[in-house]
């Protein structure tokens, strides 16, 4: 037998994987796009708002907002003069302990000493060169001065070189010449770089070498430039956060235990080198730290290279320059700064407008963002079922059904069946025919309960079911069907006010909400019906599905009715069989009509000449046997008086719902209307 071995798939992408679910993003952004955003400043609202539903990822509002929160704590950690403060104290405790050491001795050497050390400058680093060639009698001094120098040699090098501080904390010769060798190798190395004569096999032999001085450790030269650099550029800026007289100090004491460390000249190699290959660090910038305990040279340096960090985090999440996207977003510097689950997040930000476009609910055009046709029933299909999720139980409207539907509605009486029939089965006259058949032919048997279905339904070559014992006999001539009540099609004429008004009422987006509700529900679930929406502001025009979920509102005078209700006419006359089906939705009674020269006039208040004409082409709608719902959006006067009479002259229906509950009133209507025709 074969044996079969079995285990992850490492070939790319799992191809059996669910496609990546941007569903609940796109009706998110359907939200916002309905209300009047274009589908790019939708789509980054979106991710600075975060997923909503169960994939419940955070935006980039929250990542910033954590970044914020960290810089903040940063800052409050402590002072930047805190290698200052613990050098002062060493060497004022070295001076104590030569003066007590000098003091009991009456001789003229003592006093000369003590002067000379009364003539000491303020200044620490000077103070400290000064006495670097003093003979100190005390060796409890002599031992805190030595003390002191170590403390600025390893302080110095951990500014620079990270962890350094604890391997220099054994005071081991051999480690601090190892420490000359590496600056050595790597300036070296970066001379070689420059000259384009470095290879990645350079960079290895020095990783075997010293690569333990390196806990971050980097892969390649780049990388660790990048690691020097930053904290190179932030004891630049820790000195740049100093008083005048502060960073004077504390750069003598660096160049002064540089100088005994024999570390002077690389140190200032490095620095020019890192400085000329990345000199976008901001060096020499200043930063505010706000804490009351002292950091030492390299607790400070990390803590303003942290911040560094968090300040070009905090630019790319904000994403507010020229050309920004979530790819700037350094994900090394999110895990360091807020931790896994904060990757995980900007992973899903960053899938979310990749997959828009790859499973094609987004398209580029022009370099802008567009909404796709499969978008668009996407978004009217999530408004149907919002509408339908308004509907209370037991009302009129669709839903979810998993079993079998019918034509029409049962009339009670059944037919035989022909060829092509989808009308429901009447089993019972069914069996009875068989039985009664069967009875006339003189064959025996009888419905047996528990018989298996299968016997009934399997014909023989002589049209005739094979029988069981105790089953029946079925023909195809047995088989009748319910007769139901024929249905039609309808002409369905939406015409949605596209006025400004709408917009200052607030009733904009829910108006393009129930046209593409009531689109999804006609060409989806009533297929025969026939669908236009018709949108009149000072002209009117027929609208695209498509376009009137990116549709903007006209910035014009005129609600031009009487342009709708001509369109709306044409489209009825096309269809002379269907059941003509006229919804109007607006807020304002008209106030424009179209000239003989086809020209839009517009007039407030109405002129009789807008009413008349709109009022002829309602007497036309009511001629065709059309009956004009109107929902009105708001209840002034005029309108409530518009309406009133439309509905005297066609017999329709007026509906005045909150903004909210639109789509749930025009697709109920249109259901009982559909439901009543025959």
């Known amino acids: 037998m074969s044996r079969y071995r079995y285990g992850a798939y490492e070939d790319g992408p799992d191809p059996l994987a669910p496609p990546y679910d941007v569903r609940d993003a796109l009706d998110a952004m359907g939200d916002a796009v309905l209300d009047g955003t274009r589908p790019g400043d939708a789509l980054r609202e979106l991710l600075r708002r975060g997923l909503p539903g169960a994939q419940g990822r955070r935006g980039l509002d ?75 009698r005390s060796d409890a001094a002599r031992a805190t001065f030595e003390q002191l120098k170590d403390l600025l040699r390893r302080e110095v090098l951990d500014a620079q070189f990270q962890g350094m501080k604890q391997a220099l904390e054994s005071q081991d010769p051999a480690a601090m010449q190892r420490v000359k060798d590496m600056m050595a190798a790597l300036n070296e190395m970066l001379e070689r770089d420059a000259r384009g004569e470095h290879t990645q096999d350079d960079f290895d032999r020095f990783m075997g070498q010293y690569g333990d001085m390196f806990p971050d450790d980097p892969q390649n030269l780049e990388e660790l430039v990048d690691a020097l650099a930053r904290r190179a550029a932030a004891m630049d800026r820790l000195l740049a956060s100093l008083s005048p007289e502060q960073r004077a100090e504390l750069a003598g004491l660096m160049e ?24 976008d660090l901001g060096w020499g910038e200043p930063e505010q730290m706000t804490g009351q305990d002292p950091l030492g040279m390299g607790d400070a340096t990390t803590a303003l290279a942290e911040l560094a960090d968090l300040a070009e985090l905090e630019s790319a999440l904000g994403q507010d320059y020229p050309g920004a996207r979530l790819d700037d977003v350094d994900e090394e510097a ?47 299909e999530t408004a149907l079922r919002r509408v339908f999720s308004q509907l209370t139980t037991g009302r009129t409207g669709d839903h ?19 060829f092509g029939d989808e009308q429901p089965l009447d089993v019972v006259r069914t069996v009875s025919n068989a039985i009664r058949r069967s009875a006339m032919d003189g064959a025996t048997g009888g419905l047996v309960t528990g018989a298996p279905p299968a016997t009934a339904v399997t014909a023989n070559g002589n049209g005739h079911a094979p029988a069981r014992p105790g089953g029946v006999r079925l023909g195809v001539d047995d088989f ?27 009733t904009w987006a829910a108006a393009k909400q129930t046209t593409l509700a009531l689109h999804t529900l006609v060409t989806s679930k009533f297929p025969q019906d026939a669908i236009q929406i018709i949108g009149f502001s000072n002209y009117a025009r027929v609208l695209h599905p498509t376009e ?70 309602v007497d036309k709608m009511t001629r065709r046997g059309a009956c004009m719902n109107f929902f009105m959006l708001a209840e002034d006067r005029r309108l409530v008086s518009f309406v009133e009479e439309v509905a005297h002259r066609n017999g329709g229906r007026v509906f005045a719902p909150d903004a909210e509950r639109l789509g749930e009133y025009v697709v109920s209507d249109y259901l009982r209307v559909r439901r009543g025709r025959r």
């Not at 979810?400 to 022909?418: F, I, K, V």
């Not at 099609?489 to 596209?498: K, N, R």
Request: hydrophobic share 40%; glycine share 8%; charged share 35%.
């Open 62 to 136: 929250d990542l910033l907002r954590e970044v914020r929160d960290r810089r903040r704590a940063l800052r409050d950690r402590g002072r930047l003069d805190g290698t200052l403060e613990q050098a002062r104290a060493l060497l004022d405790t070295a001076i104590g302990q030569e003066r007590a050491e000098l003091f009991p001795d009456p001789g003229d050497e003592a006093r000369l000493r003590e002067a000379e050390l009364d003539a000491l400058p303020a200044d620490t680093s000077q103070a400290i060169r000064r006495l670097s060639d003093y003979q100190w």
């Open 256 to 279: 002064q235990a540089m100088q005994d460390a024999g570390l002077a000249m690389e140190m200032t190699r490095l620095g020019d080198a890192l400085r000329a290959r990345r000199p």
């Open 334 to 380: 999110i895990r360091r700064a807020l931790g896994r689950q904060a990757v995980d997040d900007l992973d899903a930000l960053r899938r979310i407008e990749k997959e828009l476009e790859r499973q094609g609910y987004l398209r580029r055009r022009k370099g802008e963002l567009e909404l796709t046709p499969k978008a668009v029933r996407r978004l009217g």
């Open 400 to 418: 979810d059904q998993r079993d079998a539907g019918q034509a029409g509605e049962l009339t009670g009486a059944s037919r035989e069946w022909r």
């Open 480 to 506: 009748e069907v319910h007769e139901t009540e024929r249905r039609t099609g309808a002409a369905v004429c939406l015409l949605v006010d596209l006025s400004y008004s709408m917009v200052l009422r607030g």
């Open 548 to 617: 009137m979920a990116g549709l903007d509102w006209d910035m014009v005078q005129g609600t031009n009715l009487h342009h709708a209700l001509m369109i709306a006419g044409r489209h009825l006359d096309r269809h002379p069989d269907f059941e003509p089906i006229v919804l109007v939705v607006t807020d304002g009674e008209p106030t424009a009509h179209l000239r003989p020269d086809g020209r839009s006039l517009f007039d407030y208040p109405p002129s009789a000449d807008t009413l008349v004409l709109t009022l002829a082409e």
